[in-house]
């Protein structure tokens, strides 16, 4: 089945710092979303991505979907973006799953 | 709008126990599902439904069984509990809308089971 790698796994910040995380994926997909779990397990959309570049508030996200990867990047980071980033791709063929990468824990200090 | 509800969000089995997790949306959405959260292990399909009436095997379906009950209603039973069944079990339901070029799943507040 398709591989989907997260990079870093752990990752800590000093309050105002930038980021990047980075999503690899194996084959060819026709979907693929972002999602943030806070520290509480709650779980929140980030971005339906891909292809392309879409950008909200803080946040951006680029898919290049020849190359296979995903990009999150997380500007002037604040202490309530701590929690857990999940990248998740569906296959083609219109499939309703969607395969989740183990995730890249963001902690971001005061 | 509540969103995604489940119900319970704690719970504690004896191995060879039963239950049923509770799960109801009031988006409207046609598609659901039922994942299962280990530590570092991200989040794994337990199944499916694409629409009412339907339900399809994800990844790791052992064990589960499900029942789309209506449009709002999809609950996940375990028959006989086991240890490693222990874990974090997420319900989450799916719009998506081509025209808009939009695909989003909300998720619930998840419920933490534990099988002794």
């Known amino acids: 089945g398709i591989q989907v790698e997260q990079s870093p796994p752990d990752l800590i910040l000093q309050e105002g710092a930038n980021s990047t995380l980075r999503c690899n994926f194996s084959d060819s997909v026709n979907n693929l979303q972002w999602f943030h779990q806070n520290p509480w397990g709650q779980l929140i959309n980030l971005f339906y991505?891909?292809?392309g570049t879409k950008q909200n508030g803080r946040l951006s996200a680029t898919t290049v979907a020849t190359e296979r990867y995903s990009l999150l990047y997380i500007s002037s980071s604040q202490t309530t973006d701590s929690g857990v980033y999940f990248c998740a791709v569906g296959l083609p063929g219109g499939s309703e799953k969607l395969v989740f990468g183990k995730g890249t824990k963001l902690t971001v200090n005061p | 709008n509540a969103g995604v509800t489940q119900t319970p969000k704690f719970q504690v089995l004896k191995t060879g126990q039963s239950m049923t997790l509770q799960c109801a949306q009031d988006?409207?959405?046609?598609?659901m599902y039922w994942y299962r959260q280990d530590p570092g292990m991200g989040l794994r399909l337990i199944y499916y439904?694409?629409?009412?009436?339907?339900?399809d095997k994800g990844e790791v379906p052992n064990g589960y069984n499900v029942s789309r009950l209506n449009k709002r209603e999809f609950s996940l039973r375990l028959e006989s509990a086991a240890p490693s069944q222990t874990s974090v079990y997420f319900c989450?339901?799916?719009?998506?809308?081509?025209?808009?070029?939009?695909?989003?799943?909300?998720f619930g507040p998840g419920t933490r089971l534990t099988v002794l």
């Open positions: 988006m409207n959405h046609n598609s």
């Open positions: 991505i891909p292809s």
């Open positions: 439904s694409a629409s009412e009436g339907t339900t």
């Open positions: 989450a339901s799916r719009t998506r809308r081509s025209f808009q070029f939009t695909d989003t799943q909300y």
